[in-house]
Nanobody, 127 residues
Framework: QARLVESGGGLVQAGGSLRLSCAAS?????????MAWFRQTPGKEREFVAA????????AYADSVKGRFTISRDVGKNTVYLRMDSLKPEDTAVYYC???????????????????WGQGTQVTVSS
């Protein structure tokens, strides 16, 4: 059974940093998958944060996190990371890791192309 397991969330003060990790397991060749991070707050739709192509050479970010967040992947460890710097209270959310077998492109910003999701990890930024 393919699984994505996030870790690294927690409570941090505004201006601080966190690094989220997403470990993939279960026999899938996730190295060929586009990987992404989304986030969600209560009462709102899941929001795109960042995506990275299967080879890691292409990345995309939401305007709200561009310049502050960095997505990366370690193919050998089947793990994708989200480095979050200069955190703001509005970054508070549950962060989800996702994997898509579709080719990397503009559609990688939408949740519909992702068929594997993690359970989420809470990030809380205090002011």
């Amino acid at each position: 059974q393919a699984r994505l397991v996030e870790s690294g969330g927690g409570l941090v003060q505004a201006g601080g940093s966190l690094r989220l990790s997403c470990a993939a397991s279960g026999g899938h060749t996730f190295s060929t998958y586009v990987m992404a991070w989304f986030r969600q707050t209560p009462g709102k739709e899941r929001e795109f944060v960042a995506a990275i192509s299967n080879g890691g050479s292409n990345t995309a970010y939401a305007d709200s996190v561009k310049g502050r967040f960095t997505i990366s992947r370690d193919v050998g460890k089947n793990t994708v990371y989200l480095r979050m710097d200069s955190l703001k209270p509005e970054d508070t959310a549950v962060y989800y890791c996702a994997a898509s077998p579709a080719a990397y492109g503009s559609r990688s910003r939408g949740p519909s192309v992702y068929d594997h999701w993690g359970q989420g990890t809470q990030v809380t930024v205090s002011s």
